[in-house]
């Protein structure tokens, strides 16, 4: 079982990315697919989260309105479109999946974790 994430990068402020999280070794459709990121010497914090059928979504404040979380279930792969980027949304950002809750804001409620890719925005 593997997440793989990518489509990080060094972009400016304003600027836009769109992350890729691509899932293996089973079928992720049922799943709730979450977005985390860790920024330097910080705690890792939730970004947003998608339900299995991808009607039901949950962002963070400070990336409401900016952030767009989708999934492609044919392609097991969840999305997350990022404009209007800050520098405070450099971090390390990472997919998980959930077998446990049905929408899940909490680290604990996750069982599968990608390796994280990296955004770099710069003012």
């Known amino acids: 079982v593997q997440l793989q994430a990518s489509g990080g990068g060094l972009v400016q402020a304003g600027d836009s990315l769109r992350l890729s999280c691509a899932a293996s070794?089973?079928?992720?459709?049922?799943?709730?697919m979450g977005w985390f990121r860790q920024a330097p010497g910080k705690e890792r914090e939730f970004v947003a989260v998608i339900n299995g059928s991808g009607g039901t979504r949950y962002y963070r404040n400070s990336v409401k309105g900016r952030f767009t979380i989708s999934r492609d279930n044919a392609k097991n792969t969840v999305y997350l479109q990022m404009n209007s980027l800050k520098p405070e949304d450099t971090a390390v950002y990472y997919c998980a999946a959930s077998t446990m809750v049905i929408i899940g804001t909490a680290s604990r409620e996750y069982d599968y974790w990608g390796q994280g890719t990296l955004v770099t925005v710069s003012s």
């Open positions: 070794g089973r079928t992720f459709s049922t799943d709730a």
